[in-house]
């Protein structure tokens, strides 16, 4: 780019001794400026004081032209080339979130190569998102320091090209792969004092960022960007052929009538997780009205789900444990209507589109709202809530036990009508 930019000046003599007019240059953020009309009536823009009518100040103002376009062209043509490494986080709801940083990346650069360092489990998951390029694939487990192996993958890292690294955890460790992969631009809030690891750090105002989604969002932007800044919903993408390779797997039929899904599980404890009692009220009543009920969960989950099955009676099946994250992902796009706790199934649920009802106990709304308009949140305002604790510290839990299955039958009927 340097020796390009040297040489606009013998570009812009060429260019005006061959008679050229200023009003054809390219010019990018600079006002037009036509030679033949200089105080015509109408003209776009005002021009700048220092631009006078005499040779020597069109000389000048036609090479800032220049220099302005060139640059311009220059970073443009190289856009493709820009290689992004975003560090995920380690939750699914997280990592559904961190799906509206990659859309505001490519908004800024279209061209550009977004890559992602993120647990294993993850790679279905950002599979059905089209603005990821690659998935690589985190050799330590969640809570892990292992250093050397961090340090082994950082190291292979190093001839990928990444321009910037985007570190969405707030842990030390996490920071420690694009150091070592010494990548150039290293972007993330300080965290737990991460100084020296990240050059573009960044000081988190959780009262102008109070919700997740935003604070991925805005290591996305430049650090002098208005805040809050706008978070695009997240949308994953489903394919019919996925969706029937897991209907023929799991020796599904899809119902010619409606379909409820209900998520009762919650990784992060019971203190998130509505009565299964109260699930299995809904889905009874759903199964009475001749619609077809799921149960979603994983391997932790089998219990509640067993539970809201036997309380449902006929017609509930229980696919908690059965499916892939891959394949629960495309399941829940068949949904009518969606019932669920604040976890990951959650965010899946509002990124499909999905007509969902999410219960929220001890977590906020405020903080990690399902992202869609097509949600509804069922809560009690108590004062005792949220507390982000995952058992309820006061031992009733009344902020799901006092939460009455007629609360979300009320909220299914509104996304129906």
């Known amino acids: 780019m340097d020796l390009a930019l040297r040489a606009v000046p013998c570009a812009t003599v060429c260019f005006w001794a061959l008679g050229g007019s200023v009003a054809a240059l390219p010019h990018h953020g600079l006002p037009r400026y036509d030679r033949l009309s200089p105080a015509a009536p109408g003209a776009e823009t005002r021009l700048p004081a220092e631009v006078k009518h005499d040779g020597r100040s069109r000389m000048r103002y036609s090479f800032r032209c220049w220099h302005r376009a060139l640059e311009y062209y220059l970073i443009e043509s190289s856009e493709h080339t820009r290689r992004i ?13 961190a799906q509206s940083l990659f859309l505001v990346l490519k908004r800024r650069h279209p061209r550009a190569q977004i890559d992602v ?11 059905r998102m089209p603005e990821v390029c690659g ?7 969640h809570g892990q320091i292992q250093l050397k192996a961090r340090f082994r993958l950082a190291r292979g890292l190093r001839s990928t090209g990444y321009q910037q690294a985007i570190v969405l955890p707030n842990s030390f460790k996490s920071a420690l792969v694009p150091w070592w992969a010494r990548i150039p631009q290293r972007t993330g ?4 004092l991460r100084w020296g690891l990240l050059n573009d750090a960044r000081r988190l105002d959780k009262r102008r960022l109070p919700m997740t989604v935003q604070r991925f969002v805005a290591l996305g932007l430049p650090a002098d960007a208005s805040l809050p800044p706008e ?9 019919e052929s996925c969706v029937r390779a897991a209907l023929d797997r799991l020796a599904l039929a899809p119902s010619a009538w409606r379909l409820l899904a209900l998520c009762p599980g919650a990784e992060f404890g019971p203190a998130k997780r509505w009565p299964a009692e109260y699930y299995a009220e809904i889905a009874r009543q759903h199964i009475q009205q001749g619609w077809a009920v799921w149960v979603f969960g994983s391997e932790q989950d089998v219990t509640v789900a067993d539970a809201v099955c036997q309380g449902a009676g006929a017609g509930c099946i229980n696919l908690a444990g059965r499916t892939r994250l891959h394949e629960a992902i495309d399941l829940l796009s068949l949904a009518d209507v969606v019932v669920s706790n604040d976890s990951g199934l959650m965010h899946v649920a509002a990124a499909l589109g999905r007509p969902l009802v999410a219960v929220y106990g001890s977590s906020d709304p405020q903080f990690t709202p399902p992202l869609s308009e097509h949600a509804r949140i069922a809560r009690l305002d108590l004062d005792c809530s949220p507390c982000f604790k995952r058992e309820c ?3 009733h839990l009344n902020c799901l036990r006092q939460l009455p299955p007629a609360r979300v039958r009320q909220a299914i009927n509104e996304l129906l009508r």
Do not use: K
Request: net charge negative; glycine share 12%; charged share 10%.
């Open 85 to 97: 490494l975003v560090v995920g986080p380690s939750w699914v709801g997280d990592m559904v979130m």
């Open 117 to 127: 360092l993120a647990p294993a489990w993850s790679g279905p998951l950002l599979e």
């Open 135 to 141: 998935v690589i694939n985190m050799p330590v487990g």
């Open 189 to 192: 809030f300080v965290g737990e």
């Open 231 to 239: 978070a695009p919903q997240p949308r994953l993408r489903v394919t």
């Open 393 to 395: 510290p006061l031992g």
